[in-house]
């Protein structure tokens, strides 16, 4: 928790993120996500000043278990001086003993943020999934409580000017706002007008314009022209060493498959002695496909069932 100090801005743990993304699905299945279509009503986590604050804390809780879907769950609020926003115990349940920082006594509008984050620890604990490592657990979490419709109240916590600053989670806020939108453009629901900080609003838009940039990823055809001109470019060098290594009656070298251009999203290799193929991950999952070199190509991402218009 950030707490006057400074916020890290930008997108440091992209593809972290990405690899969370991607988990998800693979651990749920396309259908199961898909039932988390709508995020958590502002009005269902709503705190306000005249709140008791337990009963209310205790109200929240239980509208973000319902969110999740875990019926048999029951969290017990406390709140005390510690130096993270907050923290639970993962036992085998069915009481998870969740604590707030001290902080949230005074700042009751952020309650649901903090308890967002934590009851996800808890379901992605049922699932049996976590990443190695505290930083790309948290990351996970964080990604996961945001992708599954819960996450804007983490974004809507960021606030900060000139004397002061607040933020939770473990993402950016700009990496809130990408998870957003990738969320946003499988669903068709936009949060925008749920946020009530306007920090939180413009790393929305700025993360939603980084997610738009991986629909515009070359062999997509809806990739811009410099793109495709390097794409073109790095085909042309990587049919070349194919080329070669068939006339020397020798396999295709396995740099063949490093042969794009530094930095890009794709990677050529030979497909035994058939056509060359190109890899490249799907823009909303994340998963790489893998189709051949053919020119205009439609492929279907069997992890999200995402249907993509190729120009190979």
């Known amino acids: 928790m950030a707490n006057g100090g400074p916020v890290k801005h930008g997108y440091p743990h992209l593809e972290t993120v990405r690899a969370a993304v991607t988990a998800l699905y693979k651990r749920l299945s396309y259908d199961t996500v898909h039932t ?21 804390a205790q109200r929240v809780a239980r509208e973000l278990v319902r969110h999740f879907r875990l019926p048999d769950a029951r969290m017990i609020v406390s709140f005390r001086e510690m130096e993270h926003a907050a923290s639970v115990e993962l036992a085998a349940g069915p009481e998870y003993f969740i604590e707030l920082n001290d902080r949230f006594r005074t700042h009751r509008r952020d309650i649901g943020a903090a308890l967002a984050h934590e009851v996800m620890h808890v379901y992605l604990h049922r699932l ?129 498959s490093a042969s794009a251009s530094a930095g890009a999203p794709y990677a050529f290799a030979p497909d035994g002695r058939g056509p ?18 053919r020119g205009r190509v439609r492929a279907r991402c069997g992890l999200c069932r995402t249907v993509l218009e190729c120009d190979t």
């Open 276 to 293: 060359l193929r190109v890899s490249f991950p799907c823009p909303t999952c994340h998963q790489r496909i893998r189709v051949p070199v």
């Open 128 to 256: 049996d999934l976590s990443f190695p490592g505290t930083r790309d657990n948290e990351i996970l979490t964080d990604t996961a409580t945001t992708y599954l419709g819960a996450g804007w109240l983490l974004l809507d916590a960021y606030r900060e000017d000139a004397s002061s600053s607040q933020k939770l989670g473990y993402l950016t806020p700009e990496e809130f706002g990408y998870v957003l939108a990738k969320r946003s453009l499988v669903f068709g629901e936009d949060p925008a007008t749920w946020f009530t900080s306007p920090q939180a609003y413009t790393a929305y838009t700025r993360g939603k314009a980084r997610a738009r940039d991986d629909e515009r990823q070359p062999p997509l055809t809806a990739a811009g022209w410099a793109g495709q001109r390097r794409y073109a470019k790095d085909r042309r060098h990587a049919q070349g060493r194919v080329v070669a290594a068939a006339s020397d009656s020798a396999p295709a070298p396995a740099s063949a």
């Open 36 to 56: 988390f279509a709508a995020s958590v009503a502002p009005a269902d986590v709503a705190f306000c000043d005249t709140d008791d604050l337990y009963l209310g």
